[in-house]
């Protein structure tokens, strides 16, 4: 493989390391907000802001931690046949199947940039009580997909090196 592939692998990886890392943490924030949530309530003084709060903080858990979870290659997986193929014919499915989850990651960028576009143009709002503004929420979307995007195609190359018998290290 020509060494800017190898880089970009490399970069793109430990970018979605530091990210991933990152938004791992996030699982505590929202805990936090959730706890808040439940002690206001005991004091019969429930917060408006701390259920969609949560959601907000749980989309970008997943979205954001999405591409490091496929750097460790921790989705999961149907086994029918998969698991009794060589780790060569293996990553050549893998090729196959990445570049369909690539074509489906576009369309959602793309779509998610639009709404984010949407979203500031028109100052959205959610429809709920606390009424906060959606395009900090939609950004985040856009780039934990755009990060997912990257990893992709970090994954593709590596799958095309492995099924050629070569090692992008």
């Known amino acids: 493989m020509p060494e800017f592939?190898?880089?970009?692998?490399?970069?793109?990886?430990?970018?979605?390391?530091?990210?991933?890392?990152f938004a791992m943490y996030l699982i505590f924030a929202m805990l936090g907000v959730l706890l808040y949530s439940s002690a206001t309530k005991m004091m019969e003084f429930p917060a408006l802001w701390t259920l969609e709060m949560a959601q907000f903080l749980m989309v970008?858990?997943?979205?954001?931690?999405?591409?490091?979870?496929?750097?460790?290659?921790?989705?999961?997986?149907?086994?029918?046949?998969?698991?009794?193929?060589?780790?060569?014919?293996?990553?050549?499915?893998?090729?196959?199947?990445?570049?369909?989850?690539?074509?489906?990651?576009?369309?959602?960028l793309y779509g998610g940039l639009s709404s984010t576009s949407y979203a500031i143009q028109y100052n959205e709002t959610s429809y709920s009580a606390w009424s906060?503004?959606?395009?900090?929420i939609k950004a985040i979307m856009c780039f934990g997909i755009f990060l997912m995007l990257l990893q992709a195609i970090a994954t593709f190359f590596k799958d095309l090196a492995t099924a050629r018998g070569e090692s992008l290290s």
Request: hydrophobic share 50%.
């Open 60 to 108: 970008s858990y997943f979205l954001l931690g999405g591409a490091y979870s496929m750097q460790l290659g921790s989705h999961v997986r149907m086994d029918l046949l998969y698991g009794a193929l060589s780790p060569r014919k293996q990553a050549g499915l893998d090729v196959i199947t990445i570049l369909f989850l690539i074509f489906y990651l576009g369309f959602l």
């Open 132 to 136: 906060p503004p959606m395009a900090p």
């Open 5 to 21: 592939i190898k880089t970009y692998v490399r970069w793109v990886e430990r970018f979605n390391r530091i990210v991933g890392r």
